[in-house]
């Protein structure tokens, strides 16, 4: 555990808050976000996660920057695989493209609370029960081998526990009324399905919480680290979604390279643990090297995805030129 001053915690939240004003600001107005605009938000996000990153190596030391740079950079890569459930969502529920930021930035929210509670309940259990961390392996092991053998859990944004509790609360209407979440009908107050698809959204980051907390645990358990760099990943993946939203079925080894990534943590949490239960002399890995592992890993299975799809199909091979007479 590091000694974080309170003027860090502070400075962590006042960063967060000003930065979802400008944001919610910035895009006051409903609008249909392009390529350029999604890109320009996201180099914001990511400049200010690595502007953070340079006040904890400075204010916290080498070793505490360098777990929080990896922790940000594993809970990015592995919300990228969240970018293909947000696109099943929308799609299911026909969600108007100008009102998608809406219901991200809302979820975003959410999960910055949801993740505030998952990751100090975490923190404390493995401060106590260190032998939590083998369970903790057990679960990014299972999660490898369902990426392996493409046996992901079926996501239905319909019958999500989420959207079936929303509808037992409050009546849902079947059409949307713009950007908003509730309108009146008949005297009563009705939610549209905009709200449903918050609720949706939701969902689904409970359920990657179930990989995340663990993973970012294996490099980490001081709350100060895995938190801020969670929320961090978090903010800018409402850019991430509209940069990547056209280009996601081109990571074909995406799933292959979060599986290796997954499993490299499981193998981390394992030799963690057993060094503190077992035996002193059993080796860790050091945060360096995992942060090392883990840019490899994602930049060679981006990058092998997209060189795969520049490559001609056979059909698409150019026609022999055409002999002159």
């Given amino acids: 555990m590091y000694e974080v001053p309170v003027w860090l915690w502070v400075a962590f939240a006042v960063t967060v808050v000003v930065s979802l004003t400008v944001d919610l600001l910035a895009h006051r107005a409903a609008h249909v976000i392009g390529f350029r605009e999604a890109a320009a938000w996201s180099g914001v996000w990511v400049g200010l996660a690595l502007v953070f990153a340079g006040v904890v190596f400075v204010v916290l030391g080498t070793t505490a920057g360098t777990e929080y740079t990896t922790a940000w950079l594993l809970e990015k890569s592995l919300s990228v695989d969240n970018l293909f459930v ?183 949490l394992v030799l963690q643990a057993s060094h503190k239960i077992i035996n002193p002399d059993i080796p860790e890995i050091p945060s360096p090297v995992s942060l090392a592992v883990i840019v490899v890993v994602l930049a060679a299975s981006v990058g092998l995805s997209l060189l795969r799809h520049a490559e001609p199909k056979p059909d698409q091979q150019p026609d022999p030129p055409t002999p002159e007479a």
Avoid: C, W
């Fill in 86 to 268: 947000f696109a099943v969502i929308f799609a299911y529920f026909k969600v108007p493209r100008a009102y998608q930021h809406r219901v991200l930035f809302f979820g975003v929210i959410g999960a910055l609370i949801f993740r505030a509670v998952f990751l100090s309940l975490g923190v404390a259990v493995v401060s106590r029960f260190t032998a939590v961390l083998f369970a903790f392996a057990a679960v990014l092991f299972y999660s490898t081998y369902k990426l392996l053998k493409d046996e992901e859990d079926s996501f239905d944004p319909g019958k999500s526990f989420a959207v079936r509790a929303l509808r037992r609360v409050i009546p849902v209407r079947d059409e949307y009324a713009g950007a908003k979440f509730f309108v009146k009908e008949a005297g009563r107050r009705v939610a549209t399905p905009l709200l449903a698809v918050v609720a949706a959204i939701e969902a689904a980051d409970l359920i990657f919480a179930v990989d995340s907390v663990p993973a970012v645990l294996a490099i980490s358990d001081d709350a100060f680290i895995v938190y801020t760099s969670n929320a961090f990943a978090i903010l800018g993946l409402r850019a991430l979604y509209f940069m990547l939203s056209g280009l996601l079925d081109r990571f074909h080894y995406l799933n292959i390279g979060l599986a290796i990534i997954l499993s490299f943590i499981g193998v981390k």
